[in-house]
């Protein structure tokens, strides 16, 4: 019950997270809060993390770099033709 009770308010924070990111850029199309929040869970879980980097071969900047790519592209809508000014 503990565990279930601290994953339940993990997800709490990264809804407020993807709050805060949608405010910023729309993210795909029927994709909602709570469902841009469990991403963000998974892909930067601790476990995630530990297998990756502490297990694993990568460096935390690769990580990070994974992170940030992997939510970008599963959660945003991409971004049209950039126009030279």
């Known amino acids: 019950a503990l565990e279930r009770a601290r994953i339940a308010q993990r997800l709490a924070n990264y809804k407020q997270a993807a709050e805060l990111l949608a405010e910023r850029r729309a993210f795909r199309s029927g994709t909602t809060l709570e ?12 476990e995630t993390y530990r297998a990756l980097v502490l297990d694993g071969d990568w460096d935390a900047d690769r990580w ?7 939510i970008e592209t599963i959660l945003f809508e991409p971004e049209g033709p950039r126009h030279a000014g």
């Open 64 to 70: 990070a770099d994974w992170v940030r790519t992997t």
């Open 35 to 46: 469902q841009a929040a469990a991403a963000i869970f998974a892909i930067g879980h601790s």
